[in-house]
């Protein structure tokens, strides 16, 4: 009954979108600067991988590429006008990329993510040396029903941006834990052992669960660690986003951590991008709703409908969410996401 519940309020809220299409000819956007864009965009250029999956969502047409590698079965998973998107440079990464942007001859240029005084001033930079409107979007997880009408009133698709909105305020509408404080360890690579720092956009969704991120002293986003360490901190669950890492929680030293041990360690979905980030952008609203108790198999049918504008078959519902055809007899390999793996 509970998830029938939680099922229907975030269908009933996918399909009430109604809004009228605005005009946009000025932008305030998170740099604090007005930016004047043009009526009639028909190629946008986002800056960043957080920006890409954005515009996969409310513009997949008007994106001119991904700065970032999709897979064959991402781009399945994704608007169709999106399957032969080639990549483009990444303008939030290092180096000079003034030719590079412009012989792309986009009408505006999108950024989407953290603000801070780097990449306020990226924005800045990016529209004084190229010529072209560049927008720089808070990337908080709070802020993305405001920053999807905008962009839908920006890019004339008011009514997908209104769509992706409404599903963003079900999923941060949920009831999160009131008595659960877990410590809980994230991590990247086929070996688990490249830990995401407390504090980050890329922990986020276990801030908003009242989760206690841990992670080994040291600075930067990502900390290198050892089985050791990891040990050391105890965490009471671990999340690991590289479907490869399934294999090591087999395995010793893994197998003898304790939330390995207990049945805590889990591997988080990752198409058609990480359910907890890779990269930070909307994508996570589906962890978000994962790890508060959502079936992933209905999340998955119903962010891509709603969101990313692909009805889904069985086969691509089964891969996104990690499960496997077993043989003959109507039944599925244990998801390892549902189920923790245990040695």
């Known amino acids: 009954m509970k998830r029938l519940v939680f099922v229907s309020a975030l269908l009933c809220a996918a399909l009430l979108h109604i809004a009228a299409p605005v005009t946009a000819a000025e932008v305030t956007d998170a740099t604090g600067r007005t930016v004047t864009v043009p009526d009639h965009i028909e190629r946008i250029l986002p800056a960043g991988p957080p920006a890409a999956v954005l515009l996969s969502a409310i513009a997949p047409a008007q994106m001119i590429g991904f700065p970032l590698p999709v897979s064959e079965a991402a781009?399945?998973?994704?608007?169709?006008?999106?399957?032969?998107?080639?990549?483009?440079?990444?303008?939030?990464?290092?180096?000079?990329?003034?030719?590079?942007?412009?012989?792309?001859?986009?009408?505006?240029?999108?950024?989407?993510?953290?603000?801070?005084?780097?990449?306020?001033?990226?924005?800045?930079?990016?529209?004084?040396?190229?010529?072209?409107?560049?927008?720089?979007?808070?990337?908080?997880?709070?802020?993305?029903?405001?920053?999807?009408?905008?962009?839908?009133?920006?890019?004339?698709?008011?009514?997908?941006?209104?769509?992706?909105?409404?599903?963003?305020?079900?999923?941060?509408?949920?009831?999160?834990?009131?008595?659960?404080?877990?410590?809980?360890?994230?991590?990247?690579?086929?070996?688990?052992?490249?830990?995401?720092?407390?504090?980050?956009?890329?922990?986020?969704?276990f801030g908003r669960l009242g989760w206690q991120v841990v992670a080994p002293d040291g600075t930067g986003t990502f900390r290198p660690a050892s089985v050791e360490a990891i040990g050391a901190l105890d965490p009471d669950i671990i999340i690991l986003s590289d479907p490869a890492a399934k294999n090591v929680l087999t395995t010793a030293p893994w197998a003898g951590l304790r939330a390995v041990h207990d049945g805590h360690a889990y591997i988080a979905p990752s198409l058609p991008f990480g359910w907890v980030e890779e990269p930070p952008s909307i994508n996570r609203l589906l962890g978000l709703a994962w790890l508060r108790g959502g079936d992933p198999l209905t999340l998955a049918a119903l962010f891509n409908s709603v969101v990313y504008g692909r009805v889904l078959t069985q086969g691509q519902l089964l891969a996104i969410a990690g499960i496997t055809p077993s043989l003959p007899g109507g039944g599925i390999a244990t998801p390892p996401h549902a189920v923790a793996i245990k040695p």
């Open 75 to 205: 781009r399945a998973a994704l608007a169709p006008a999106i399957a032969g998107l080639p990549m483009v440079p990444r303008l939030t990464g290092q180096g000079e990329m003034t030719a590079a942007t412009q012989a792309m001859h986009p009408d505006l240029i999108i950024d989407y993510g953290t603000v801070s005084p780097r990449y306020k001033q990226l924005a800045q930079d990016t529209q004084q040396k190229t010529g072209i409107p560049t927008l720089l979007f808070d990337g908080a997880l709070d802020q993305i029903p405001s920053v999807a009408r905008t962009l839908g009133k920006i890019l004339h698709q008011p009514e997908q941006a209104e769509a992706v909105a409404r599903f963003a305020e079900a999923i941060l509408a949920l009831p999160m834990p009131a008595n659960t404080h877990p410590r809980v360890l994230y991590a990247r690579g086929a070996d688990g052992l490249t830990v995401a720092a407390p504090g980050t956009d890329v922990t986020a969704i």
